[in-house]
């Protein structure tokens, strides 16, 4: 029930944006993708949420040919930076957004999505909240309508792209926080995207750190954290560069 990401490889045009990335990572594990802007981070995310497709490698998840799936049926649950809540809908029309635009023949019944929506409200401590519209919200309280409704569709795997990157350094540390007790709650295999190394390391099992579309240290949070293994990583980690292990001349 593992993900195994092995030698995909992804080019815009002339530029490569992912060049042979490999990692796995065990089933419920949270992983964070973690480097520079242009890194390849986020398409690496798209891929595995089925808005991108690669140019080679392949993609196995729980014990699927996760490349052959199609994004629908992927059942991968996103979060982004800016919400992408829809601004004319009340929290709970968003969060059952997922479930009401299912197909007539496996959509739940009204009574049923009302019923998970205030489950979620309740888990991720929104509740009585489900008639505001996300204008009347905090940004805090947006992105766990946000988390509410990927959380919504049961998916396998959560994808998370900068998810507090429009929020204030206290909201995201109260987020942070928050956010690492429900996944230690449902066991999700999470992907998490952020340039923030504290964010990184404060919240993930495992550490994937990315330069030009190339994964250049990848393991546990406190292997990576502590122990560098390249002047790039150690550069990145606000660590002296000769802490790392030098390459042979």
């Known amino acids: 029930m593992s993900l195994v990401v092995d030698s995909v490889t992804k080019s815009f045009g002339a530029f490569e944006a992912l060049k042979g990335v490999s ?9 964070a993708l973690l480097g520079p802007s242009g890194s390849g981070k986020t398409t690496l995310l798209r891929i595995l949420g089925g808005l991108e497709f690669p140019d080679d490698g392949s993609v196995i998840f729980a014990d699927l040919n996760w490349l052959h799936v199609p994004a629908r049926s992927r059942r991968a649950g996103f979060v982004f930076q800016n919400y992408a809540l829809f601004r004319h809908m009340t929290v709970a ?7 009401a635009v299912k197909p007539r023949s496996v959509r739940p019944a009204r009574s049923a999505i009302a019923q998970k929506v205030e489950e979620l409200l309740a888990l991720v401590q929104l509740e009585g909240l489900g008639k505001r519209y996300p204008s ?37 540390k109260e987020l942070r926080a928050w956010l690492r007790a429900l996944h230690e709650r449902m066991g999700i295999t999470t992907v998490f995207v952020t340039h923030d190394q504290d964010e990184a390391f404060a919240m993930a099992d ?6 030009a579309g190339r994964i250049e240290q990848y393991g546990t949070a406190d292997e990576v954290r502590k122990s560098p293994k390249s002047p790039f990583v150690a550069a990145f980690l606000d660590r002296e560069a000769h802490h790392a292990p030098q390459p042979a001349r």
């Open 23 to 31: 990692f796995t990572a065990p089933q419920g594990a949270f992983v």
């Open 93 to 99: 029309q968003n969060i059952a957004f997922g479930l």
């Open 136 to 172: 009347q919200l905090s940004g805090g309280q947006r992105q766990r309508v946000a988390l509410a409704r990927a959380l919504a569709i049961e998916p396998r795997m959560l994808l998370l792209d900068e998810p507090f990157g429009a929020l204030d350094a206290k909201v995201r």
């Open 206 to 211: 495992l550490v994937a750190i990315m330069s």
